[in-house]
């Protein structure tokens, strides 16, 4: 057996050698490292896959959604919401803006942000708020756009991990996650499900406005070469990460159903569990799996991770501390008895191996030692 890793990108590399050694050969021959053909070929073709109006590349997801933000004329201590379980980059680039953030509570079982949860949070300072589609699903998009609308707020969809997912709204349209709200963000670290092979991350909107500013702000301020109407940022992707995401992308939705038959896999195996619960697939939202996360109940969860170290499978928990925990971010305003959820989870959850290589025989091995232990 292949020995098991929560990612493999060097078999996924060796199925898309031939395209991504070609370019990479263009690109040096030709030394266009940055801004090269290459990055306007990806963003058109990730334009078309999403379906929105306008993609702007940029250097990393932290990155992206800094810039999104500095796009909204927010004023020092404005606030924006955002969950409290999740990755760090979100309320990081809040914070580091001088705004306001306000962590709240995240769906039990979901694990994205509550829409009860947001609406006590808003007060008459808040400006925006951040869902995180998290671990591969889109947050409850419906609610998060009618509070957003009652209260005139932005929405940013934080798509790092869920892009390619559809989001399906009541009234049955479909739409791409990270197309939904204001804005979207990505990031194509080389782990998510649409990465490259270094840093890189893009912005999405559909107004024209907006694409114009977020343009300006990536590239120094500028909008006419040497002036500068704005402090912005350099924040760009290169041409060596666009043949990767070039190559990758028309197999998106191939690796998306890879993902999925993996967790079909693990839910069949898990769903009867007594201490185990398999990941809700939410009706409003199609599920791409960047993790797949069980919930261990009545169970020593530390001590399943141990045992599968043992077996030399990988298994990781995401995230072991609330954001509003962390010594950055802990500001001493939170109350303990509004994070029924996300204090839950952080002593349940654990990520098990999922990626578009997995095969069979490993995902026997992976679901038999969980059931032994
Ligand atoms: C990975 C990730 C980011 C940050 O992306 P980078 O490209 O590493 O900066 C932001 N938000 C979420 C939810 C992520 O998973």
Redesign the pocket.
Known sequence: MKKIQMVDLVTQYRHIKPEIDKGFEEVLNSAAFINGQQVKTFQQNLEKYLNVKHVIPCA????A?QIALMSLDLQQGDEVITADF??A??VEVISLLKLTAKLVDVDYDTFTISPESIKKAITPKTKAIIP?H?FGQCANMDEILAIAEEHNLYVIE?T??AIGADYKFKNGTEKKAGTIGTIGTT???PS?NLGCYG???AIFTNDDALAHRLRGIVNHGMYKRYYHDEIGVNSRLDSLQAVVLNAKLPHLEEYSAKRRKAADAYDQAFAEHPNLIVPKRADYSTHVFHQYTLKVINADRNALQQYLAEKEIPAMIYYPVPLRKQKAYDDGHYNDADFPNTNRLIGQVISLPMHTELDEEQQKYIIEAVRKF
């Not at 990393?60 to 990155?63: A, F, M």
Request: no cysteine.
């Open positions: 990393n997801g932290t990155e959604l999740t990755f980059a979100t995180v998290l934080d790092a991990q990031s194509f670290f998510k840093d890189g991350g």
